[in-house]
């Protein structure tokens, strides 16, 4: 069992001499109970408060996050789409070299 310790005013002492203190002790403590619930309620109120706020910065910043992701993967598409415009006009241009080149052999062996 811990210890408790109570620090009265001098006065105070005074006045509680020869009254039954476990008495009081009884008699105070619902008043003490509530006292500490309404402390620990209030407490937790704040706490709670501060939670909701920081879940909406979180749910902000998640949305951010979101359209960044959205933009990037459009990004990606575009940019796929783009490669494989890139590769066919390559492809074509490959061929077109590679014609010119055979004509031009031709044309100098004869």
């Given at each position: 069992m811990r210890e408790v310790r109570i620090v009265l005013e001098k006065e105070r002492f005074k006045a509680l001499k020869g009254?039954?203190?476990?008495?009081?002790?009884?008699?105070?403590?619902?008043?003490?109970?509530?006292?500490?619930?309404?402390?620990?309620?209030?407490?937790?109120?704040?706490?709670?408060?501060?939670?909701?706020?920081?879940?909406?910065?979180?749910?902000?910043?998640?949305?951010e996050l979101r359209e960044f992701y959205e933009r990037a993967l459009r990004d990606k598409e575009f940019m796929m789409a783009q490669r494989e415009r890139l590769k066919r006009e390559n492809e074509e241009l490959r061929k077109n070299v590679e014609e010119k080149r055979r004509e031009l052999e031709k044309v100098h062996r004869s």
């Open positions: 009254h039954d203190i476990n008495a009081l002790l009884r008699e105070n403590l619902p008043r003490v109970e509530d006292t500490l619930r309404a402390e620990r309620e209030e407490v937790l109120l704040e706490r709670i408060a501060k939670l909701e706020e920081k879940l909406g910065e979180m749910e902000g910043e998640i949305e």
